[in-house]
């Protein structure tokens, strides 16, 4: 069993480099390679990789602009390499997410692969889902969120504004979407249905929920390091220890 | 298809202006001329000890100076229709010989006019006296009033055009400078830096030799980078040295999907051309052309006659897709041909068939 790789990176001799070093590892392999926006998103589409290699800079594009395309399908490990972005730099860091700056040798290209390594052990990606979902929030230029969204409920179709939305959990092959206590179901993954929503308002607090930061009253620790979140109706949901790290310190320091 | 060169609209634009500014330079000349007049007549009346109307030395000076200076602006236009320093030389001098007559007889008539009408209003009459006599004194005294005017036209202009040259010469300098700094900063830019050493790194896995000669050429852009000297001129060959650095470093790091071919017409790479002519050129095709790094970008020195002609071609989105872009790099190159060069070069930008883009930059060498 290996992991398939991706490489998604605008000048031949990078990628060629990442292949080299790709090619040495026993447990990865590589299915695909691209040079642009569009080839990159057709990889990932129709390989499904379990780790991808993204360059920042492609051309006057962005590898941001394929996780953009790419949101709502379930996302591979990313690894972003630059030869130079200050802000995306920043982005990296704050969200803890795994990146190569270039030029590179084997020493760091192993230590990146040791913690991908590592996070591909893990059953559960939905947090590092979380921090790219982040990450894109905070790159300049992105889309704005929307103010309202279209539910399809079994006998109606409406708009429910975003403003009135308490949280969204998965349920199967449904999400259900709590607002002014009342539960809307919607055919949808939990990462699609997200993806419409302001990372800054909403929180993912497990890989099925995702709350309201307003709607959160306490945070109660349990065994293990792992803490419960009361919500203002009453309702009670696990925090585990991954996700509790991806609450920003404000909010931590509130509860 | 644009050109980069002056409009006639702006001139004539400028000549409404400059219009009034001369009216008002006419009505400040004569005011002036009254007071001069006024300080002449003074110094004679003094001259008078009491003897006869102190008002007639006033009016004499005073109608004579007004006459004079009200003329000035006239003898300017004229002068600069047939300039003091023309050739031949004895044309010249005839020219105005026959002008200074004509002043004269302008002025003897003015005076005699203002005179009597000045004599009538105070209730006396103005006696010119014997005119060929009276004429011949004042001829005299106007040929060396003529001729100093002359000589004070001809300082001003010499003055103007050195003024004039100085100005150019400071923006062209600044305007260099401001070249090389964007010269510079391309070659510092980080991006540019760190995936060139990336693609060397890569390639010295595959061919060392191949990856030596990426490093020389990266230290040879870096160098000239950091060039301190700030000459305008350069051997055509150092701006093609340069040229052939950087496609050669672009080349490596999109190699089998970017290719450039540099081809110059034999033996003008002596030619002495404006530095750094090329660069922006180069990198806006490459930023807004090729933007996906893939293509082929193509650039000619001809000579073409007199002038030297640069053709920048490439196969990229060309002008048509997107507006028309004139980034800061190319509006100073547009600047700079034109202090260099005024009205003798061309900046055409046009779309290729049936894709890409065409620059051609032109100019005397």
Known sequence: ?255 | MTTSSATAATTSAVSAQERRWLKLRWILLVVLGILFGAYLGLNAAIGTHGHGAMWKPFVWEMSSAFVIFALIPLIARFESRYRVDARPRSKAILIHVAAGIVFSSIHVAGIVVLRKLAYWLMGESYDFGDVPTQWFYELQKDLITYLVILVVLFAIRGFRIRRAGELRAQELAAQLSEARLRHLTAQIEPHFLFNSLNAISNRMHEDIDAADRMISQLGDLLRAAYESDDHVWVPLSRELGWLRGYTAMMGERFRGQLAFEIEADPGIEGLQVPRLLLQPILENALKHGLVDGRGWLRVEVRRDGQNLRYIVSDDGVGFSDAPLVRGTGISNIARRLELLFPGKHELIFSSRQPRGAVVTLSFPA
């Open chain 1, 1 to 255: 069993m290996s992991y398939s790789v991706v490489v998604i990176d605008d000048e031949p001799p990078a990628r060629a480099k990442l292949l080299r070093f790709i090619a040495e590892l026993p447990d990865f392999r590589v299915v695909a390679e691209a040079g642009a926006v569009e080839e990159g998103i057709d990889a990932v589409r129709t390989t499904q990789p379990d780790v991808l290699f993204l360059d920042i800079q492609l051309g006057s594009h962005s590898g941001f602009d394929i996780l953009e395309a790419l949101r709502g399908i379930p996302t591979p490990l990313v690894v972003f390499t630059t030869a130079y972005s200050e802000y995306a730099v920043k982005a990296f860091e704050l969200q803890a997410l795994d990146y190569l700056l270039k030029p590179f040798d084997r020493d760091r290209f192993t230590r990146s692969i040791e913690r991908t390594r590592q996070a591909l052990k893990e059953p559960d990606h939905s947090d590092v889902e979380e921090r790219v979902r982040r990450l894109l929030a905070q790159i300049p230029g992105r889309p704005a969120t929307a103010q309202q969204i279209l539910i399809k409920d079994t006998d109606r179709a409406f708009f429910l504004m975003v403003d009135d939305i308490q949280r969204v959990s998965a349920a199967g092959n449904y999400v259900e979407v709590h607002a002014r206590g009342k539960v809307h179901l919607v055919r949808d993954t939990l990462t699609t249905f997200i993806a419409q929503l302001d990372p800054s308002e909403f929180l993912r607090v497990h890989r099925s929920h995702v709350v309201r930061i307003n709607f959160i009253t306490e945070m109660r620790p349990l065994f293990h390091g792992d803490y419960e979140l009361v919500l203002r109706d009453g309702q009670t949901l696990s925090l585990s220890r991954r996700y509790k790290a991806l609450l920003p310190p404000a909010i931590r320091e509130r509860l």
